[in-house]
């Protein structure tokens, strides 16, 4: 089992609709959650950190997280062309910061 | 405030050379993380430096090593080079703070190292 999990996607909407990205991992000790996103021959640039259980909101973005069930998403309200790029999921256990192999989304005009 | 910085952007090298990287953190930030990115294996950790003193450590061989000067810039430098060395390293930069917690992380533009 890969310590950070997402779905590669593509993951297509149309614009306007919801983007619902998912992450899911392995060790219970993860204390901090982090979502990037990453364009296309860009580095990846932080968008949302979430540390503990529910929602956090921050303009058209939500992070979610549950802790027992070891899952943290991210919600992307009024999906807009300019949100197409690849998502990554980082997560903090002890000492180190993992990440995922990214969802990549694709929002349609 | 300036962002994390980068040099060189591209680097093209032969196996068997060794290299050396060089990043410099937001003015302020202790902590400087270094990434390999790759198509196949995503973005994996190097290590991290923190009041130079390498504080963490990621699963690459030993020919991957680094260090932290006073002004918490860091240098990553790998020896031997083979060809799957050929990547994106990015380098991070971000407060510091506790040792098992990591603060948000800002990313440099990355270089792009090609292995002949």
Known sequence: QKEVEQNSGPLSVPEGAIASLNCTYSDRGSQS??????????????????????????????????KASQY???????????????????????????FGQGTELSVKP | KAGVTQTPRYLIKTRGQQVTLSCSPISGHRSVSWYQQTPGQGLQFL????????????NFPGRFSGRQFSNSRSEMNVSTLELGD?????????????LSSYNEQFFGPGTRLTVL
Do not use: H
């Not at chain 2, 050929?86 to 506790?98: I, R, T, V």
């Open chain 1, 33 to 66: 959650f982090f979502w990037y996103r990453q364009y296309s021959g860009k580095s990846p640039e932080l968008i949302m950190f979430i540390y503990s259980n529910g929602d956090k909101e921050d303009g058209r973005f939500t992070a979610q997280l549950n």
């Open chain 2, 86 to 98: 050929s990547a994106l390293y990015l380098c991070a930069s971000s407060l510091g703070g506790s």
């Open chain 2, 47 to 58: 290590f991290e430096y923190f009041s130079e003193t390498q504080r963490n450590k990621g």
């Open chain 1, 72 to 98: 943290v998403s991210l919600l992307i309200r009024d999906s807009q062309p300019s949100d197409s790029a690849t998502y990554l999921c980082a997560v903090n256990p002890p000492g180190k910061l993992i």
